[in-house]
């Protein structure tokens, strides 16, 4: 079973940055993506950037240039890199890792509080 651990989030100011991280622990995995994804009150959980193992980072367009997000497979983590934040940007954050073996499966993590004030 593999089990997500989320940090970082909190209370910003506009054109602040913030740093989210997600580390994947478990026995015998192997990871095909990891990504992050966000959901404000009102709205459906949208994918904020992901990064699948060999292939193309993909952003939402409403995050591309300020948001980065980097992968360290040897510890089986995700960082989510957040700068030039926009009060638009205030939801709840999840991390998603999708496994591929032994089988796939879409592990979300708890999720962390991101606020941006205006």
């Known amino acids: 079973q593999v089990h997500l651990v989320e940090s970082g989030g909190g209370l910003v100011q506009t054109g602040g940055s913030l740093r989210l991280s997600c580390a994947a622990s478990?026995?015998?995995?192997?990871?095909?993506?990891m990504g992050w994804y966000r959901q404000a009150p009102g709205n459906q959980r949208e994918l904020v950037a992901s990064?699948?193992?060999?292939?193309?980072?993909n952003y939402a367009d409403s995050v591309k240039g300020r948001f980065t997000i980097s992968r360290d497979n040897d510890k089986n983590m995700v960082v989510l890199q957040m700068n030039s934040l926009k009060p638009e940007d205030t939801a709840f954050y999840y991390c998603?890792?999708?496994?591929?073996?032994?089988?796939?499966?879409?592990?979300w993590g708890q999720g962390t509080q991101v606020t941006v004030s205006s």
């Open positions: 478990g026995s015998s995995f192997e990871i095909y993506s």
């Open positions: 990064i699948p193992s060999g292939g193309r980072i």
């Open positions: 998603k890792v999708v496994t591929s073996w032994p089988r796939v499966v879409d592990i």
